[in-house]
């Protein structure tokens, strides 16, 4: 599975959207991009995956960039509950495991 | 319906001892994979069970095993635990190997000393 390169850390004001970045240059055709994220002492979250549209549901959007080198995760209005670490990762659709990178520590602030 | 439950929520052990976790998996699903996750660093993946039988490993030695029981269920086992061997260990559940959705358990904190 391809690698991704995420910030380690971000800070997003609440009410406003966070906007979190990865770099996944080396990725497949057949691969996919995951987002999870991780509140403190918790297990992970799935959010959102996509292949090379933009995807939205009830938590964020997901916008691949035409060459689906790099990506972003919104979260359009954040709270302080959105506060955790957010992963980014590339997966085949019938790959059996995740692969998770150091992630993005995204805090936000009253 | 429910979610992952895992048991114990914590743990500490002696190196040299054995320890066994468990995980309850989701309702509907038949998946279960393994993560170890040490301290200020992602999940890492153990392995992974579907219909009873192993179905992928990561790096990790043969210290490391499990089992999968027709309700679905899984546990680990560590034997020969050593102090490296301290982490979160997160049980997560799937409808199938290769879904999307996987949902986690809040994990079990093992602390070997």
């Known amino acids: 599975d391809a690698k991704t390169t995420q910030p380690p850390s971000m800070d997003c004001a609440e009410g406003r959207a966070a906007n979190l970045p990865c770099n996944h240059s080396?990725?497949?055709?057949?691969?996919?991009v995951y987002w999870y994220r991780q509140i403190h002492s918790q297990g992970p979250q799935y959010i959102i995956h996509?292949?090379?549209n933009n995807e939205t549901n009830e938590m964020a959007s997901l916008i691949i960039t035409e060459d689906r080198k790099s990506s972003t995760l919104i979260l359009p209005h954040a709270t302080l509950r959105d506060t955790a670490v957010y992963y980014c990762?590339?997966?085949?659709?019938?790959?059996?495991?995740?692969?998770f990178g150091g992630g993005t520590r995204l805090m936000v602030k009253p | 319906e429910t979610g992952v439950t895992q048991s114990p929520t914590h743990l500490i052990k002696t190196r040299g001892q054995q320890v066994t976790l468990r995980c309850s998996s989701q309702s509907g699903h038949n998946t279960v994979s393994w993560y170890q996750q040490a301290l200020g660093q992602g999940p890492q993946f153990i392995f992974q069970y579907y219909r009873e039988e192993e179905n992928g490993r990561g790096n990790f030695p043969p210290r490391f095993s499990g089992l999968q029981f027709p309700n679905y269920s899984s546990e680990l086992n560590v034997n020969a635990l050593e102090l490296d061997d301290s982490a979160l260990y997160l049980c997560a559940s799937s409808r199938s190997t290769g879904d999307y959705g996987y949902t986690f358990g809040s994990g079990t904190r093992l602390t070997v000393v």
């Open positions: 080396t990725i497949s055709g057949n691969e996919y």
């Open positions: 996509g292949l090379k």
């Open positions: 990762i590339v997966r085949r659709n019938a790959g059996n495991m995740l692969t």
